[in-house]
């Protein structure tokens, strides 16, 4: 099986690489430190195309996916997965007809203007929402709360799930007179906390035939893996090359430390990991682009994701010593990263024991 890049995606992933050069110096990222969002670095993306084709207006996935490796690699400040995959890719598939307006807007103003409210407490599985929506006069009112929406502080509406006697629906609300909470997470993300008790949802605003929600959910859910495995992924290769530049040039005993076979085991451990979540993202990116049922590669995915940033991290920082911490070194910001990206979304055990069931019940 050929693995190579096509030379369209190679031109773009150099494309990507010069954009953001300007965008994930030291110098530069230091700026976000304590609130990791650059509006900039999203006005430049949508000017050039990576996120919506401005002559088809569509959203190509692939693109997201490299340009979410990319990212990654430069430990940049933004997430355009409750943007792009979340919000728009979904509108996308359920053919909203509002969606030209959102392109047309997202185009000429560059802003976070939309984002994704599906992730509850204590609820792994954003396709099974817990908050309720009771049918009345003025459509279906709400009870309940979502956790860990990015950007929600800024966004001008925002897709919600909820669950309800018909099944479940999504929903596009405007977010100007919900109850948000601004968390402080370890990453410095821009992470918010809504409530959703009392609030009315108009039957206007669901975007989903009844009988629709789920699968829109499941969707959303395996597109959020992949792009979170493609963050991953370089992280992963940054962090392993950021431990093999140290400990070549390291040295203890009059020698570099590379050269020590207990660390040299140790960093062909993490490249092992890195070429291990590599083969099981492209294995599941090209079941996801076939329309495979990939219910159970998702959830294998998303566990190996979780346990290769922890991994790789913990080894990252073992090989570094004390510069692994050291605030001057750009190491801390993929391990404060990694984590995040290791538990968001469900954790690894959490996706292991989904997928234990699943086997169990020959799904």
């Known amino acids: 099986m050929d693995f190579s890049s096509s030379s369209e995606e190679k031109l773009i992933r150099e494309s990507l690489k010069k954009l953001l050069e300007s965008f994930s110096s030291e110098d530069y990222l230091k700026k976000f430190d304590s609130h990791r969002y650059d509006p900039a670095l ?27 490796e990319e990212l990654g690699y430069s430990n940049s400040p933004l997430n355009p997965s409750a943007l792009v995959s979340d919000v728009l ?24 203007s939309y984002t994704s409210a599906l992730n509850e407490p204590l609820n792994f599985e954003i396709e099974s ?44 609300i405007e977010t100007d007179q919900l109850e948000i909470t601004t968390l402080d997470v370890t990453s410095k993300a821009p992470y918010s906390k809504l409530n959703l008790d009392g609030v009315i949802v108009s039957k206007e605003s669901i975007i989903n035939k009844s009988g629709e929600g789920l699968y829109l959910l499941k969707d959303i859910y395996a597109r959020r ?34 050269s020590f076979q207990a660390v040299s085991h140790r960093a062909a451990n993490m490249f092992i990991d890195h070429q291990e979540l590599d083969l099981n993202l492209q294995q599941a990116s090209y079941l996801y682009s076939s329309g495979s049922d990939l ?41 404060l990263s990694a984590k995040e990206h290791e538990i968001i979304n469900g954790n690894s055990s959490s996706a292991l024991e989904a997928l234990s069931k699943n086997i169990t019940l020959n799904q």
């Open 129 to 172: 929402p817990k908050v309720n929506g009771k049918l009345s006069n003025k459509g279906y009112e709400l009870s309940g709360t979502k956790i860990l929406s990015y950007n929600l502080d800024i966004a001008k509406k925002a897709l919600i799930s909820f669950i309800t006697d018909d099944g479940v629906y999504l929903a596009l």
């Open 295 to 335: 219910e159970n590669q998702i959830l294998n995915l998303k566990y190996i994701t979780g346990n290769v940033l922890h991994r790789t991290s913990y080894a990252a920082q073992h090989l570094h010593g004390g510069m692994g911490v050291a605030k001057e070194y750009p190491l801390w910001r993929y391990c």
């Open 225 to 258: 893996v992949l792009i979170q495995a493609s963050l991953a992924r370089g992280m992963v290769l940054k962090m392993l090359e950021l431990t093999a530049a140290y400990t070549s040039e390291r040295e203890q005993f009059d020698r570099p430390i590379g």
């Open 42 to 68: 999203l006005s430049e993306l949508i000017d050039n195309g990576f996120l919506v084709d401005q002559d088809t207006n569509k959203i190509n996935f692939d693109v997201i996916k490299i340009l979410s």
């Open 89 to 112: 890719i979904t509108l996308q598939e359920s053919s909203f007809k509002g969606l030209s307006e959102i392109l047309k807007d997202l185009l000429s103003n560059k802003l976070y």
